[in-house]
C-alpha cells in the first residue's frame, strides 16, 4: 500500500497553461515537502509545510498543506519548459522520527 | 564545491560480483542516507546513519552493507550482485535526525548485467 499517493502520474501541457498535481494520504504527516528531480539529476527541495493549511508561494509555484495534514498540492502557474521534471512529494508520518515516505512522483512536461 | 558527492556515477557489472558505492557531504550535516529508486521513479529509503551510527535500517537484503568511517562519508557495499539491484542509488544529509529537509547526491546509476 503507496502511502503517499501522486496524481496524476504523467501530465504534459503547452508552454503558459496552469496546471495542478496533488499529494494525497490517509495518514496524517508532521510535515510534507516537495521535491523536483531533473534526468540524471539528484532530487532538489523545493519547500516543506508544516501547518495545517499552510500555503507558502515560491515564484509562479503554490504549495499547500491540506487542513487536516493528509494531503498536499502544487500549482503552477504559467508553466515553461524549464519547469519540466518529476516532482515528488514526501512526508514526516506523526510519530515517525527520521523517516521520510516518498510518493510515486508526477513527471512534468512542458512543450514549448 | 558539490555539497554531496557519490561515486561512481555510473557501475555497470556482472551478476555475483561485489561493488561499493561511496558518498560524502561537505555540509557538516550529522545524518546521512541511502534511497534507492527504481525504473518507475519509486524513491525508498534504505539506511540511515546519524554521527555514525545506524538508525533506520529497511527491509534490505544483508547483500547491502553501509559503512560510515565518519560524519561527512557514508559508503554501500553490495555483494553477490543481483539482477534485481539494478537501479539509481542515493546518497542524502539533512543537518540532523530530526530535520527532513533532505540534499540528495547525483546518483548512481547501477547495471547489473
Known amino acids: 500500500t503507496q502511502l503517499l499517493e501522486q496524481s496524476p502520474q504523467f501530465l504534459s501541457i503547452q508552454e503558459g497553461e496552469n496546471l495542478t498535481v496533488y499529494c494525497n494520504s490517509s495518514?496524517?504527516?508532521?510535515?510534507l515537502q516537495w521535491y523536483r528531480q531533473e534526468p540524471g539529476e539528484g532530487p532538489v527541495l523545493l519547500v516543506t509545510v508544516v501547518t495545517g493549511g499552510e500555503v507558502k508561494k515560491l515564484k509562479r509555484l503554490t504549495f499547500q498543506f491540506g487542513d487536516a495534514r493528509k494531503d498536499s498540492s502544487l500549482h503552477i502557474t504559467a508553466a515553461q519548459p524549464g519547469d519540466t521534471g518529476l516532482y515528488l512529494c514526501a512526508g514526516l508520518l506523526t510519530g515517525s522520527n527520521y523517516k521520510l515516505t516518498f510518493g510515486k512522483g508526477t513527471l512534468l512536461t512542458v512543450n514549448p | 564545491d558539490t555539497a554531496v558527492s557519490q561515486t561512481p556515477k555510473y557501475l555497470v557489472t556482472q551478476m555475483g560480483n561485489d561493488k561499493s558505492i561511496k558518498c560524502e557531504q561537505n555540509l557538516g550535516h550529522d545524518t546521512m542516507y541511502w534511497y534507492k529508486q527504481d525504473s518507475k521513479k519509486f524513491l525508498k529509503i534504505m539506511f540511515s546513519?546519524?554521527?555514525?551510527?545506524?538508525?533506520i535500517n529497511e527491509t534490505v537484503p544483508n547483500r547491502f552493507s553501509p559503512k560510515s568511517p565518519d560524519k561527512a562519508h557514508l559508503n554501500l557495499h553490495i555483494n553477490s550482485l543481483e539482477l534485481g539491484d539494478s537501479a539509481v542509488y542515493f546518497c542524502?544529509?539533512?543537518?540532523?535526525?530530526?530535520?527532513?529537509?533532505?540534499?540528495f547526491g547525483q546518483g548512481t546509476r547501477l547495471t547489473v548485467v
Open positions: 546513519y546519524n554521527n555514525k551510527e545506524l538508525i
Open positions: 495518514s496524517v504527516f508532521s510535515s
Open positions: 542524502a544529509t539533512t543537518g540532523s535526525a530530526m530535520n527532513t529537509e533532505a540534499f
